[in-house]
T-cell receptor, first 110, second 112 residues
Framework: DGGITQSPKYLFRKEGQNVTLSCEQNLNHDAMYWYRQDPGQGLRLIYYSQIVNDFQKGDIAEGYSVSREKKESFPLTVTSAQKNPTAFYLC?????????FGPGTRLTVL | DQQVKQNSPSLSVQEGRISILNCDYT??????FLWYKKYPAEGPTFLISISSIKDKNEDGRFTVFLNKSAKHLSLHIVPSQPGDSAVYFC???????????FGPGTSLSVIP
């Protein structure tokens, strides 16, 4: 049963703490992405990776960091430098035209 | 600079009628266009796509039309059902599939 998993579904952190969001896929996709969605806004690209050990900044990369040490995994760290971290975060992977999304993680910074 | 635009943030349609969601893009290098549907607190799910070499693609109640000269595409849902109420995102990709650009979304409400 192939797909993308993101955990946890809900995450709460105190202001000033770094937090890492997990994204795992077993679809054997080369490309992986992180998006952020805020109320009333579309999906905005944070980081993407086309291949292991390589990644590029998206439109809103400031305050975030990623790694791509394995093909299956693309964790996103929300650092304390991110001014408005509370949002819904979506991970995706793609192979050619097909893009698959994970269920998302709702991060709330208190 | 927004490369994919959905100028209507919301749309209300009566059940059984046609829903038309519009999308405009600025980058003529986009080769593929996709529509996604998203319910609250869930990841988007793929609906339908169209290649730039086509002007229409149909899948059940969903039809996507592409006007390449106008850099415009639209999603038609006929007949609309209450379960279609969701946010619809238009997205675009280039030939190299290097990244997917999403529009801001249109919230569709289908009224019973």
């Amino acid at each position: 049963d192939g797909g993308i998993t993101q955990s946890p579904k809900y995450l709460f952190r105190k202001e000033g703490q770094n937090v890492t969001l997990s994204c795992e896929q077993n679809l054997n996709h080369d490309a992986m992405y992180w998006y952020r969605q805020d109320p009333g806004q579309g999906l905005r690209l944070i980081y993407y990776s086309q291949i292991v050990n390589d990644f590029q900044k998206g439109d809103i990369a400031e305050g975030y960091s990623v790694s791509r040490e394995k093909k299956e995994s693309f964790p996103l760290t929300v650092t304390s430098a991110q001014k408005n971290p509370t949002a819904f975060y979506l991970c995706a992977s793609s192979m050619g035209l097909a893009v698959y999304f994970g269920p998302g993680t709702r991060l709330t910074v208190l | 600079d927004q490369q994919v635009k959905q100028n209507s943030p919301s749309l209300s349609v009566q059940e059984g009628r046609i829903s038309i969601l519009n999308c405009d893009y600025t980058n003529s290098m986009f080769d593929y266009f996709l529509w996604y549907k998203k319910y609250p607190a869930e990841g988007p799910t793929f609906l339908i796509s169209i290649s730039s070499i086509k002007d229409k693609n149909e899948d059940g109640r969903f039809t996507v039309f592409l006007n390449k000269s106008a850099k415009h595409l639209s999603l038609h849902i006929v007949p609309s059902q209450p379960g279609d109420s969701a946010v619809y995102f238009c997205a675009a990709m280039g030939t190299s599939y290097d990244k997917v650009i999403f529009g801001p979304g249109t919230s569709l409400s289908v009224i019973p």
